[in-house]
């Protein structure tokens, strides 16, 4: 390399630097931010990009996290842990008091209350008057997410018009909104589930077990791997098996942690974050395709699979 | 360096311009699939809408449909971001739209590129289109041009044809001042010259289009700018149960340009004031040295009150404190101008009143020709005076991109609405 090159950030630290930016530009702009915390590892990365961005002070907003009331009880334990340990205030509003107030109604006793968490997301909004709710969403995702914002504007009713967002240039965000508006802020936008591994290695950041290879119960059902009877909180189990459903024990990890009910592992042997890291590098599967195997996308893993030697 | 360790080149942010009729979202999809950023199950997905189509090999363009409007009308509407890494370095591809009444995404596409790919058909040649690409790239300060001859698989891979293209472009390029502009042959339905070379541009001796992503610099500018540091934050823990912090107060901000070491002068804008840099902390940590683009805290020997918007600076290199700004505009909202209204004017942290004093004249951005107006509406680029209720601390847009760009935003809707880059 030439001596007369400028010095630049290394990737990491340039996707660091960025988020340190949005998130001081939301602290700095917005009069009541809260930052989403569910205990997942996205957003981990963001409790640390927030004591970059703000210690020695305190972080300027309180952390929220909107239970469904079937969350793996390793990351609920990891999430109050977490908090407790940052000495931060962690608010929590549960899908199930909605329930009871009866502004979510399930259609059946098992439906996956994951998208009903933008109903109680929008009541926690309106009980607090957050202007700007900070999340960890990335724009590697999925397609959609590939034009999202990274200070993306939400009307009266928390709806996102994808016609009807603000241009976004160079670093120059634009969090403005009037009374019962609501900015989303996503600081890690620009991350890819791989900047993201690499990143809780560097700094190494601590993860709920459920992230590294352990053997649990599941069934397979059209293709997935579905955990079954899975302790809650309380004791209780949930995602019982079907009838005739066979039940075997399988080493796995979670790529992605949320509703129990829609939340589906991949079969792994990487029980430290180094093996994650390299197995996200060779995997054949996107993060999404791997939580929500439909059955085209098992027909393409399964011919992987069996390409590699799987009978 | 021992031998595994794999160099890291960084962060490249690059745009793409072009139509869909130019093979830009075939360009992409090459390059997301061939430095293996696609996965089999996105794979098997576009596998499936291909053939739904009645198409026989896979449509690398389906990787980069978005949102529904846009697959209804088969165009891209808004800016899209792509990610791919070679190991390397990270990419981050701003997917512009080349339509005409996009210009505006274009803009907002360039703003945070340091490298253009300007796609070019090979059938077709340097077109309006070219030129208005072009022209964009030049005037938002894109360091670094590549100019993609596509569709080579067309024109049976014809030197002649590419070489005719080359001169022609060249020719204009020099005309309105690119300087720094490669040019490459290429089929990216086939992947000729995209990662693999490919069998059939012998004739080309050139690096392949990953080559040149590869080696292209990943500073927005090798020369040394001066050093600029908007106030983004106050940190002052009074409350803390640690005694020592009680006097603690840490700027907080991003290096925007130059960069800052313990022991420089520093001057404090808007007062004037002029002190050390005492310490630069990241996280518990302090660093001898800040760089550009890195987000760090500032802590200065003397007490010097600071608050948000305010910028410190390097004393040796201080900034214009200005009330008026000339600067070209880009307009972004379907709602016009009116040289009668006030909008705010955001410049680094600070946030100002601003109106429209004088519009010098609007460009026609595929001929260059000077228009007079009064008003501006979307996608229109103009040169304009505006005045301030308060002083921004301005440089030139092509010294310092960052301290010489700004956005309008409209006071009653608080959309964005202009883009401005400050001259002269």
Redesign the interface.
């Known amino acids: 390399m030439s001596t007369l090159t400028k010095q630049t950030l290394s990737h990491l630290d340039w996707l660091e630097s960025e988020a340190i930016h949005i998130m001081r530009e939301v602290a700095g702009q917005c009069s009541n931010p809260v930052l989403l915390f569910s205990g997942g590892k996205d957003s981990i990365c963001m409790l640390r990009l927030a004591e970059k961005a703000f210690r020695p002070g305190k972080f300027p907003f309180p952390l929220m996290h909107i239970d469904t009331g079937h969350n793996y009880k390793e990351v609920v334990a990891f999430r109050d842990k977490r908090a407790a340990e940052l000495g931060e205030r962690l608010i929590v509003r549960s899908v199930e008091d909605s329930m009871k107030r009866g502004t979510v109604v399930l259609k059946h006793e098992n439906e996956s209350r994951n998208k009903h968490q933008s109903v109680t997301l929008l009541e926690a909004i309106e009980e607090f008057g957050f202007d700007a709710c900070i999340g960890g969403a990335r724009r590697d995702e999925e397609k959609a997410r590939a034009k999202e914002r990274i200070m993306s504007f939400r009307d009266e009713f928390g709806q996102w018009d994808p016609k009807n967002q603000r241009p976004e240039l160079w670093n120059l965000y634009n969090a403005r909104s009037h009374k019962g508006e609501n900015i989303r802020a996503f600081p890690i936008s620009n991350w890819t589930e791989m900047d993201v591994w690499q990143y809780i290695e560097r700094e190494k950041l601590e993860l709920p077990s459920i992230y590294f290879a352990h053997t649990r119960p599941v069934v397979m059902r059209s293709g997935a791997i579905v955990p079954v009877n899975v302790p809650l909180m309380n004791g209780e189990l949930t995602n019982l098996p079907k009838a005739g459903e066979e039940i075997i024990d399988l080493q796995v990890r979670f790529r992605t942690v949320g509703d129990i009910s829609c939340t589906a592992p991949v079969e792994s042997d990487a029980d430290n974050v180094e093996k994650i890291v390299l197995e996200t590098a060779t995997t054949t599967i996107t993060e999404r395709g791997a939580t929500r195997l439909d059955d085209q996308t098992s027909e393409a893993s399964m011919e992987q699979r069996k390409k590699e030697g799987y009978f | 360096m021992s031998a595994q360790h794999v160099e ?1 080149r ?2 490249l942010r690059f745009l793409t311009c072009g139509s869909v009729d130019d093979g830009k979202s075939t360009l992409i999809g090459r390059l997301l699939f061939d430095t293996k950023a696609i ?7 576009i596998e ?1 809408t291909s053939s739904k189509r009645g198409m026989t090999a896979v449509d690398l363009s389906l990787l ?4 529904q ?1 846009e697959r209804e009308q088969g165009i891209t ?7 791919f ?1 070679t190991g390397t ?2 990419y ?1 591809i701003a997917d512009a739209p080349g339509h005409e009444q996009y210009t ?2 274009m ?2 596409a360039a ?2 590129a340091n490298l253009a790919i300007i796609l070019i058909d090979a059938r077709k040649g340097v077109l309006t289109q070219t030129r208005r690409h072009s022209y964009l790239t030049k005037l938002v300060g894109i360091p670094h041009v590549v100019v993609a001859v596509n569709k080579m698989d067309l024109v049976d891979y014809d030197q002649a044809t590419y070489d005719k293209i080359v001169a022609e472009y060249k020719a204009f390029a020099e005309q309105i001042g690119l300087t720094d502009v490669r040019f490459i042959p290429l089929s990216a339905l086939n992947g000729d010259m995209i990662v693999d070379r490919g069998e059939r541009l012998d004739w080309y001796d050139g690096p392949t289009m990953i080559d040149i992503l590869e080696a292209a ?3 927005h ?2 020369q040394a700018e001066s050093f600029r540091f908007p106030v ?2 106050v ?3 009074q409350a ?1 149960d ?1 005694p020592e ?1 009680h006097d ?1 107060r ?1 700027f ?3 290096v925007e340009s130059g ?1 800052i070491k313990v022991g420089d002068s520093v001057t404090v804008l808007p007062n004037g004031l002029t002190t050390k840099v005492k310490d630069i902390q ?3 940590e302090s660093l001898p040295k800040a ?5 760090v805290t500032l802590l200065l020997e003397d007490e010097i009150d600071i608050s ?1 918007g305010d910028m410190i600076v390097s004393s040796a290199e201080v900034p214009a404190q200005t009330k008026q700004v000339e600067a070209i505009v880009c307009w ?1 909202s379907e709602t016009p101008l009116s040289p009668a209204r006030t909008y ?1 004017l ?4 600070r946030e100002v009143k601003a109106k429209v004093a004088s519009i010098t004249h609007r460009l026609d951005i595929n001929t260059l020709d000077k228009e007079a107006t009064t008003t501006l509406a979307m996608n229109d680029i103009a040169r304009l005076h505006l005045k301030l209720a308060q002083p921004v601390f301005a440089d030139n847009y092509t010294d310092s ?2 301290t010489g ?3 309008l ?1 409209d006071e009653s809707t ?3 609405v202009g ?1 401005g880059m400050i001259v002269g």
């Open positions: 890291d960084g962060l996965l089999a199950d996105t794979l098997t997905a499936r980069t449909d978005g949102l409007a509407i808004d800016v899209a971001y792509r990610y890494s370095r990270k981050i505006r995404n803009v907002t703003s945070t610099p990943a500073a500018t090798e983004q934050y940190c002052r823990p803390s640690n912090l603690y840490g907080m901000g991003r960069e990241l996280y518990g760089i550009h683009e890195q987000s948000r972004l705010w955001r410049h680094t942290t991109r960052a760009a700004f956005i935003i608080n959309n964005t883009a």
